[in-house]
């Protein structure tokens, strides 16, 4: 018993010193590289060390229907990142994670508590609610965040395509 509250003890403490190793990062920076790379496939199963199911979408490209771009579809378990392909450039417009093996930017995410999680983001606060959404200054990128036991249980990010 002696043992388990002492491993109880330590585990809080390492929480503790997570949240005050991390230096927060703006919520811009966060969405605008919500991985903390140039999403492309092969990063994203390279550094998440998940094999994901890929699938390819075909989609009209809304400036010149004319041109065709592609939508792939990354699905592992409860996890989905849809990436945008078209003009030579790849990015995230949504992702819905509940993986802790799926880390982000400044070591966000699903698993970590409420408190490394507001620690990590520059200005966030804790408005003690169970769902926390944030976006970018420009309102084009939104990350909605759901909590359970104050730990992150998912998060869910939106991108405008334009």
Do not use: C, W
């Amino acid at each position: 018993m002696r043992t388990l509250l002492f491993m109880l003890f330590a585990l809080s403490g390492t929480a503790t010193l997570v949240a005050q190793d991390v230096k927060p990062i703006t919520t811009d920076a966060f969405l605008n590289e919500p991985f903390g790379f140039e999403e492309t496939i092969t990063k994203l199963t390279l550094f998440s060390g998940l094999k994901f199911k890929v699938t390819r979408e075909p989609v009209a490209n809304i400036h010149n229907p004319e041109v065709v771009d592609t939508v792939y579809h990354l699905k592992k378990g409860k996890n989905t990142i849809d990436v945008y392909k078209g003009n030579g450039k790849m990015f995230v417009y949504q992702a819905f994670l509940k993986s802790k093996k799926l880390n982000m930017a400044n070591g966000i995410h699903p698993g970590i508590t409420r408190e490394v999680f507001y620690s990590s983001l520059k200005g966030a606060k804790d408005l003690g609610t169970n769902v926390h959404k944030i976006h970018n200054s420009e309102k084009t990128a939104t990350a909605t965040v759901n909590f359970k036991r104050d730990r992150v249980k998912s998060i869910l990010l939106e991108y405008s395509v334009d």
